[in-house]
């Protein structure tokens, strides 16, 4: 058994509209997001992208980082493009890509605990009747 405390991690709680929870259509349209991030491919590229000069990579510049074929990798770039959380521009025979901060600053904010937490609705058990 480990002797490690555990660490209280942030909870969704936030609309970046409203800093109220999330609506149903809100958390959906993020969970898609989110979902596209779950693979660590995917993830990788994503961090590869950002850390390149200027926050844009190649994607001459991605492939050598994986043990993954051509289409392979074009899939993983298409579903992050498809969750919005990358851009493409073709410059003759290549694709450069770029972050969409606005995106992941949305990913993040939700992330963050708000500072006004919403009320519990339950009465504590040992309360008097």
Known sequence: MSNSV???LPLLVT???????LSADEATELAAVF???GDPVRL???SLIAAHDGGEACVCDLTGAFELTGPT????????????????ERRGTWI???VRPAVIGRLAHVLVPTDTPLAGTCAPEDAPA
Do not use: D
């Not at 609309?15 to 929870?21: K, Q």
């Not at 990798?73 to 493409?88: E, N, P, W, Y």
């Open 96 to 98: 450069y890509y770029r």
């Open 35 to 37: 979902k596209a991030l």
């Open 73 to 88: 990798i074009s899939h993983h770039l298409k579903v992050l493009r498809t969750a919005g959380l990358i851009t493409g």
């Open 44 to 46: 990788r590229l994503l």
């Open 15 to 21: 609309s970046a509209a409203t800093h109220a929870a």
């Open 6 to 8: 555990p660490v209280p």
